[in-house]
């Protein structure tokens, strides 16, 4: 990719209040969808091809009926606590024990990557979204959500982690290097710009390039990740935080050598929004595992 094209993909991504790589996934995604190329790479960045430039008008249409759609909030059921959050043993056990305390309440949870619990909070389908977000990447995610009415509650910060299973080499091990994380293999979620993986490429790690791990499974699936990581010596990226006393399938985190506290976990919500007695409940037993 050229200078140029990177400065016309960059200028897209702030006007979209998203990421670059995220503009040329959909980007490369629509093009595969329609079987054509809307657009052509030249010196002074990209240009819409003639196809591009035909269904133009159209485009336009459809993003104009998709503001509307998107700014009608659905009905809400006042018993109901709607809820975004990264994969995680540890919030699924606080919505256990939500669910435990308040009998009553009905819940509806969501996890995916840091843009999808964005497209949630911001189009109403959640309430709240948690979330963590590389200390280095923090400046461009607060960008994305400004532009969005969304504000972001910092929780905590905390250190990026390495999980394996009982078939690792490391499993007895209480840290690991990068140079043992560079011969390892990995699964990890789908492609999301805020990863924990590529928050650690912004890293000054000498010969080891973070870019170059080898990940062989990419899955949005928990129970996917997790069945690798305790029956085979895959290894997964993550955050150090950790429901106490939790026995994940003998699963353990490792610390990573050289890294302090670079992952920010928190909560987007819409500004200025008060947050129902659900969702505050939630936030209170996160914050007492943070601070016991």
Known sequence: ???????????????LYTSQPNVSKVIRSFENELGSRLFERTSKGLRLTAYGKSIYEYALNVVK?????????????????????????????????LYKDIPDINIEHRHGTVEEIITQVEQGVSELGVLYVAQNRLNAFL????GK????????????CAYV??????????SINFEQLAKLKYVRGLND???????????????????????????????LSTGLISQTDLVEMGINFDYP????????????????????????????????????????????IINP
């Not at 759609?69 to 606590?81: Q, V």
């Not at 390039?209 to 928990?222: E, G, I, P």
């Open 1 to 15: 990719m050229t200078c140029a094209e990177c400065g016309s993909l960059g200028k897209a991504a702030i006007k």
């Open 65 to 97: 009926n998709a503001n509307i759609i998107s700014s009608i909030k659905p009905a809400k059921n006042r018993n109901t606590f709607y809820v975004s959050t990264y994969q995680s043993y540890s919030m699924a056990q606080i919505l256990i024990n």
């Open 143 to 146: 960008n994305i959500i400004s």
């Open 149 to 160: 009415k969304l504000e972001f509650v910092t929780l905590g910060k905390f250190e990026a």
């Open 165 to 174: 299973g009982p078939n690792s080499p490391y499993y007895h091990k209480e």
């Open 193 to 223: 710009f805020f990863s924990v993986e590529d928050g650690l490429k912004l890293f000054d790690l000498g010969a080891i390039n973070m870019a170059d791990l080898q990940s062989v499974v990419h899955t949005s699936s928990d129970h």
């Open 245 to 288: 006393n939790q026995n994940r399938y003998e699963l353990k985190n490792l610390s990573i050598e050289g890294v302090n506290s670079c992952l920010v976990l928190g909560y987007i919500s819409e500004k200025d929004r008060i947050l129902s007695a659900y969702a505050a409940k939630f936030i209170e037993y996160i914050l007492e």
